[in-house]
C-alpha cells in the first residue's frame, strides 16, 4: 500500500524541488541565513509554490486510488493515513529547506536569531495548515481553488511577517 501512495509522486516535480533548492545560493546571493529564508523572494514565491502545485496534484491523485484502498481499509483509514503523508511531506519539505540552508549559508546570526527561529516554527505552521487546505481535496472533484487559497495563505503570510519585522 505504501508503494501505491509513493508511486503518485510526480518525480518531476521533485526534481525540480531539487534544482531549485540547489540553486538557491546563486538567487539569493552571498546573504545571511536571515535574510535568504526569510526576506528572499525566492523561497516564498517560487520554491513554495512549486511544493504546493506538487501537493495538488498528489492529492488529485489521491482521489483515484481512494476507491480501491478503500475497499481494503476503510475509508476513515484511508483520510487518516493522507492526511498524515501530507502533513509528514510538509514537514520533511520545510526541515530540508533549514538544513539545506544552514549549510549554504551558515549559522543564524546572532542578533537575528529569536527572529529567525520564529519565523521558522511559524513557518511550519503555516505549512501545514496549507497542506491541510488542499488535502481537502481528496474525495472531492478537482477544484483549483484547493490551490489558489494555499498560494494566496502563502504570499500573505509572507508579505506579513517580512513587513511587521
Known sequence: MIKSFYRLVDKKMIALLILMLVISPTLCGKNTY?????????????????YLLMMYQYAS????????????????KFYQIVY?????????????????????????????????????????IVTGLESTLIYLQVGTK??????????????????????LY
Open 61 to 76: 491523485r489521491c482521489q483515484t486510488l481512494s476507491a480501491y484502498i478503500i475497499t481494503r481499509i476503510g475509508q476513515q
Open 142 to 163: 478537482k477544484n483549483l481553488l484547493y490551490l489558489i487559497f494555499p498560494i494566496i495563505i502563502n504570499v500573505l503570510f509572507h508579505f506579513l511577517y517580512t513587513n
Open 34 to 50: 536571515t535574510i535568504c529564508l526569510i526576506y528572499s523572494h525566492y523561497l516564498t514565491i517560487y520554491m513554495n509554490n512549486v
Open 84 to 124: 498524515w503523508i501530507f502533513i509528514s511531506i510538509g514537514l520533511l519539505y520545510t526541515i530540508i529547506i533549514y538544513i539545506s540552508y544552514y549549510f549554504f549559508f551558515g549559522a543564524i546570526p546572532s542578533e537575528s536569531f529569536l527572529f529567525t527561529i520564529y519565523f521558522m516554527i511559524i513557518n511550519i
